[in-house]
T-cell receptor
Framework: ETGVTQSPTHLIKTRGQQVTLRCSSQ?????VSWYQQALGQGPQFIFQ???????GRGNFPPRFSGLQFPNYSSELNVNALELDDSALYLC????????????FGPGTRLTVT | QKEVEQDPGPLSVPEGAIVSLNCTYS??????FMWYRQYSRKGPELLMY??SSGNKEDGRFTAQVDKSSKYISLFIRDSQPSDSATYLC????????????WGAGTKLIIKP
């Protein structure tokens, strides 16, 4: 069974630039959630995708957007990067169901300078 | 007030001790509760998942949920240096679009 993978591992961008982060879900999982984790904090929910549709969104501005593909992999896009966007971005996959367990990838560490 | 409160620690205990980690929450709609372990600069790893109240045991780990007190606990028996990590609680409720609400994490240090 293949676990959740994310790419790239690390990324350095300049304020105002755009970034795309990628996630491949665990085999058999059709739901992907994205989280932002600042240093010393718990993850903050950005949004979730199910069957290529956004299925819930946290308190993040529209410059955070995403996609899910037919193979259930997903992308997180962030436009007009700000310094505060520097964080660990985590992708979690799960099966459908209101009580499904979420399994996380290793994350992408984004640094905005 | 945050929806989920968790003492950030660090909590330092000797090897072999029983460790108790806790979270309190304010939203009575939460019905499922998880504990994750996170090593430095890695993604969280699911340790325990509990639905509604009660206890659940898995090896050296025991999770307890007391919904009447809005209080959850994770116990680690026979703690090992490899258990040194940050432990995060997460929880969610029906109709929340599966969004998990997280504690800030407790840093645990097991001293050999």
């Amino acid at each position: 069974e293949t676990g959740v993978t994310q790419s790239p591992t690390h990324l350095i961008k300049t304020r105002g630039q755009q970034v795309t982060l990628r996630c491949s879900s665990q085999s058999g999982h059709n739901t992907v959630s994205w989280y932002q984790q600042a240093l010393g904090q718990g993850p903050q929910f950005i949004f979730q995708y199910y069957r290529e549709e956004e299925n819930g969104r946290g308190n993040f501005p529209p410059r955070f957007s995403g996609l899910q593909f037919p193979n259930y992999s997903s992308e997180l896009n962030v436009n007009a990067l700000e310094l505060d966007d520097s964080a660990l971005y985590l992708c979690a996959s799960s099966t459908t169901g209101s009580r499904s367990e979420q399994y996380f990838g290793p994350g992408t560490r984004l640094t905005v300078t | 007030q945050k929806e989920v409160e968790q003492d950030p620690g660090p909590l330092s205990v000797p090897e072999g001790a029983i460790v108790s980690l806790n979270c309190t929450y304010s939203n009575s709609a939460f019905q499922y509760f998880m504990w994750y372990r996170q090593y430095s600069r890695k993604g969280p790893e699911l340790l325990m998942y509990t639905y509604s109240s009660g206890n659940k045991e898995d090896g050296r780990f025991t999770a307890q949920v007391d919904k009447s007190s809005k209080y959850i606990s994770l116990f680690i028996r026979d703690s090992q240096p490899s258990d040194s990590a940050t432990y995060l609680c997460a929880m969610g409720g029906e109709g929340s679009n599966y969004q998990l609400i997280w504690g800030a994490g407790t840093k645990l240090i097991i001293k050999p």
